[in-house]
């Protein structure tokens, strides 16, 4: 990879510029200090909080009706009173309560090296080695994280007889024990980590490891001590070289490359992201960086939350959990494309979890078989209402999840995870299928009480700003996807047409996609006015991205929306890093290149950090990873029946080449242009399978594999 590392020539001020090292599991962030270097570590399952059953407001049930009558009376008002008070889970401070608990820092460990020379000073992380480096005088160090050993390292060159090594962390018992730092502390799950150096051959070697009891019945310091032995036993050489061997894999899967022209690689990247302009070499940069964001925060036990895996404090902003209304999705947009299918496998976990406890949520908030989740949870598997119902009520984003079972089924067709999945899916099925009532003002299904995600609008009756409604535009999409996604999961398995059958009948029942006196998609079931015309959320245009209801196929949708996005862009929309990835991936699905390179553009200058972290504010990784998966939709799409060669090739990147790329149904694609124009183009797939792409305008079929050459 060309563009495979971000470079800078002076040591971190903030955590904002330190750099970013991980292995699914742990994490560091390295600040490259001269008279003192601090790396602050992290482990994924640091998380303070636990499982409780008690989160579910019995209230609920009991005005459950009371609320849906009000909805549908028109008094929007009322309902949203009445939702306030009783829409929420049992404490309206449980969300960010001690049982609800937060992502931790594992603490800062602290390097001195004495150097009097601070000249040549570079600092440096190499993506596909997965790799820092800091440099300057006579001292050198170099980091990375090995995955198999699950341990971190560091190695400094320089004066390092005389070097201090110490680590700190709030309410942690920490013993210093000859070349040996234990730190251990209850969060209540128990958690340890451990610090082994040494000083071989003139340099100082320094292994770092972390764990905690979470799901798990080892006890942590035997695990931390495990694995420092084991470490240490293969050395430094193994682990480099098992650590670079690792990423490059990993990375080498599905890479972009764009010529070599106006290549700034030598330019401090915090230069080039303040002047992003006439760089598309920072574009091939930061697609690097997201995918390996992605690979450093997601190869555990736990996925990707909405820090990835890197957190600096005892309380991050959001209690740095999984938001499941759009963040943790977004998490995932790109990893089966970019043939990194493992890397959803801790997200699955998670969702088995949220499955389970979702249960229950389902019987105490709304008396439904089944299993439900809103808008957040974590490790323990929050599942109930939230704090306040204009984000709190989202009942349909569990069901959002599932899509990523389903493409993880499009892109392997492996029939396993239907099987494995399910229940699960039925579950969720089962539960709208109870939860849906009858709007008696039009006689569709609905999902009421309800809101688009943390949306408002203003009540046509006094004119105020409310959110409860019945149906809005994203839960129906949503649905209407699940009960599609459950009826063709039972016919693959050949199970369960019964129930297939009664899901059909019901998505019969939903209400249809509709325009609005704007010409936009309708957000809310009715044709509302928006209290805040540039909202973050894109909710109703769900259908267009990340899911397949609204294409060129339905040109009218496809022309409305449009016009949607026109319109928040229009107010302001796109302010936070992770919205204006969404507004990349809707005009790569638009087919408009321009437009989506413009807003690459925005997302880099705006809503990126000077260590190429999204900037939500504040820092908020799902940015940097849609910003990643609206790049690959640039190049290449598969949702809708076949695959599309450069459906949204920006003038910009007039000549360039994409390898390893995987579409929907198996196939392999790599492609290279000039002038705009695929000049060649390889599709690998099964054999005997068949195949539809769509190359410079032109539609070719195959089976097994195709070549084109220009």
């Not at 990879?1 to 699914?24: D, Q």
């Not at 000249?119 to 440099?135: F, H, Q, T």
């Not at 799950?189 to 019945?217: H, M, Q, W």
């Not at 050949?494 to 704007?518: M, S, T, V």
Request: hydrophobic share 35%; charged share 25%; proline share 5%.
């Amino acid at each position: 990879m060309k563009e495979n590392r971000l470079f800078y020539t002076s040591p971190a001020n903030i955590w904002e510029e330190a750099l970013p090292l991980g292995n699914g599991k742990l994490g560091m962030m390295v600040f490259g200090g001269i008279e003192e270097e601090r790396v602050q570590l992290n482990e994924e399952t640091i998380w303070s909080g636990w499982e409780t059953d008690d989160n579910d407001d019995p209230q609920t049930l009991k005005h459950l009706e009371e609320m849906r009558n009000l909805i549908f009376e028109g008094k929007y008002s009322e309902a949203d009173e009445l939702c306030e008070k009783y829409l929420v889970c049992r404490n309206k401070n449980r969300d960010r309560g001690a049982a609800y608990g937060s992502y931790q820092t594992a603490g800062d460990l602290y390097i001195t090296v004495p150097d009097e020379n601070a000249d040549n000073y570079k600092r440096e992380l190499i993506l596909d080695e997965g790799r820092a480096e800091v440099s300057f005088g006579k001292t050198k160090r170099e980091y990375f994280i090995s995955y198999n050993y699950n341990t971190a390292v560091i190695k400094v060159t320089g004066d390092v007889e005389n070097a201090k090594v110490r680590f700190e962390r709030e309410n942690t018992w920490i013993t210093y024990n000859d070349n040996e730092i234990t730190a251990v502390g209850y969060l209540p799950t128990k958690f340890a980590v451990y610090i082994r150096y040494e000083i071989k051959d003139g340099a100082l070697y320094i292994y770092i490891t972390a764990a905690t009891n979470y799901k798990s019945d080892e006890d942590p310091q035997t695990v931390c001590d495990k694995t420092l032995k084991k470490a240490m036993a293969a050395g430094y050489d193994v682990l480099l070289k098992d650590t670079r061997d690792y990423f490059t894999e990993m990375l080498g899967r599905a890479t972009i490359s764009f010529p070599e022209s106006g290549n700034k690689a030598e330019v401090p990247t915090n230069e080039r992201i303040a002047n992003p302009e006439n760089d598309i070499g920072l574009v091939e940069l930061y697609y690097n960086f997201g995918r390996y964001l992605l690979l450093g925060s997601s190869r555990g036990k736990l996925p990707a939350n909405l820090q990835g895996i890197w957190a600096k404090d005892y309380l991050p902003p959001w209690s740095a959990d999984y938001h499941i209304n759009i963040n943790i999705q977004m998490n995932y947009w790109f990893a089966e494309t970019a043939d990194l299918s493992e890397l959803v496998e801790p997200f699955f976990n998670l969702i088995k979890i949220i499955a389970k406890s979702g249960e229950k949520t389902a019987k105490n908030a709304y008396n439904c078989p089944g299993w439900v989740a809103h808008y957040t949870t974590t490790p323990w598997g929050y599942t109930s209402l939230g704090a306040h119902p204009v984000f709190g009520a989202f009942s349909t984003a569990g069901a959002w999840c599932l899509r990523h079972v389903k493409e993880h089924w499009l892109y392997s067709e492996d029939n396993a995870i239907l099987e494995e999945f399910y229940p699960i899916i039925k579950g969720s099925s089962e539960f709208f299928c109870e939860f849906l009532v009858k709007d008696p003002r039009n006689g569709y299904l609905v999902t009421a009480p309800s809101g688009s995600p943390e949306n408002s609008f203003i009540s046509p009756t006094d004119g105020k700003r409310v959110s409860m409604c019945a149906g809005p535009t994203m839960d129906i999409s949503i649905i209407r996807e699940l009960f599609e996604f459950n009826i063709k999961a039972a016919e693959v398995l050949g199970k369960d047409k019964e129930f297939a059958d009664k899901l059909k009948e019901k998505l019969a029942q939903l209400p249809p996609l509709r325009i609005g006196k704007h010409g936009q998609i309708m957000e809310w079931s009715e044709d509302f006015e928006e209290f805040e015309p540039g909202h973050r959320h894109m909710s109703h245009l769900y259908g267009l991205h990340p899911a397949c209801q609204i294409t060129k196929s339905t040109p009218e949708f496809f022309e409305a929306a449009r016009k949607t996005i026109d319109r928040r862009l229009a107010s302001g929309g796109g302010h936070t890093g992770w919205s204006r990835a969404w507004i990349i991936n809707f005009f790569a699905r638009l087919a408009d290149g321009n437009a989506a390179y413009e807003n690459i553009v925005a997302l880099i200058k705006k809503s990126t950090l000077p260590n190429m972290f999204d900037n939500h504010p504040p820092f908020q990784i799902d940015g940097n990873f849609g910003g990643t998966a609206g790049i690959m939709e640039m190049l290449m799409q598969s949702h809708d029946g076949y695959i599309d060669i450069l459906p949204a090739l920006p003038d910009a990147w007039k000549d360039g080449e994409f390898k390893g790329f995987m579409a929907r149904g198996g196939f392999k694609v790599s492609a290279e242009w000039k002038d705009g124009k695929v000049v060649k183009c390889e599709i690998i797939g099964k054999d005997g399978k068949h195949g539809t792409a769509k190359i410079n305008g032109q539609t070719v079929e195959f089976d097994g594999s195709y070549t084109y050459n220009a």
